[in-house]
């Protein structure tokens, strides 16, 4: 279609609606002359008359006929679009996709969701699980609206909203008998949820006392997995790995039973049912602190959706 044909069409349909050129240029606040050039300019770029002139009041030719009902189709879009951006502005309809860890999304964001969905329950939530770089790709094409992770996303190309800092604590089996030689070391599942952990004094575990236990490490790229081998590393021995996985919520099952030593967050030991088959250590937090943040990219349009999640999460208490 070329748009050319209905520039200026509020002229034309106000004139059509008073049936008369001078009441037509009073509503426009413009003069009769000027609303009769303007409509002689636009039929003239057409290649034919709209109104019919010899009538009294003024009618529509033939082709003036098929000019307004497209003038009105082209008027119900504008309107439907119209509500439609004022339903997405006021959040009363639209579609958010978050992507996560299935430890982030079952343990970090219901609290965020729950206010926003009690906020705004015509807006569609959709939640994808996956690890950090899948996140990352479908997050930089568009797939998914923000991501909350652990790893921190290239700057410049991601923006992030930092929510909070996260340990990661060395989470070992009661049954291994290296525990035997580290009880000033140990902690429990009350002492992380009470911070003691985080108490500057409270002593940080010599790694390498763990040289030749199994170890249940997520695969290669994780930014877990990427710390664990730095910390083994700093401690000069590499880790004797059972089994890589995806999710730390697997490894962490896995400890429980005795299958081998895991590097585990605080905030999932802080958010899961205590489990005293399992020791914890802190470790240097050099190599174990990190933030948790939501991210999206930083060239898109924030959505008005995206723009309320975010405020949400940040205002939240983790």
Known sequence: MNDKLFNGYGYIYEVYKTKSFSRAAENLFISQSSLSATIRKIEKRIGVEIFDRST??????????????????IMDIENEFQSHVLQLEELITGQLSI??????????????????????????????????????????EGILDLVIDNRIFPEGQFSRVPLFKELLMLAVPRSCKVNEELKDFQLTADDIMHQKHKQKDFPIVPLNYFS????????SGNDTRQRAEKLCSHYGFAPKIVLKLDQQMTAYSLACYGVGLTFISDWVIMHMRSDDNLIYYRLDPEFTSRDVSIFYKSSRYLTRSMQEFLRIAEGTEF
């Open 99 to 140: 992507g996560g860890s299935s430890n982030s999304l079952s343990h970090t964001l219901p609290p965020v969701i729950s206010s926003f969905t009690r906020l705004y329950p015509g807006v569609s939530l959709r939640l994808i699980e996956g690890g950090s770089y899948q996140l990352e790709k479908q997050l930089s």
């Open 56 to 73: 009294t009041p003024i009618g529509l030719t033939e082709y003036g006929i098929e000019y307004i009902k497209s003038i009105e189709k």
């Open 212 to 219: 030749q236990e199994p170890f249940l490490l997520l695969r």
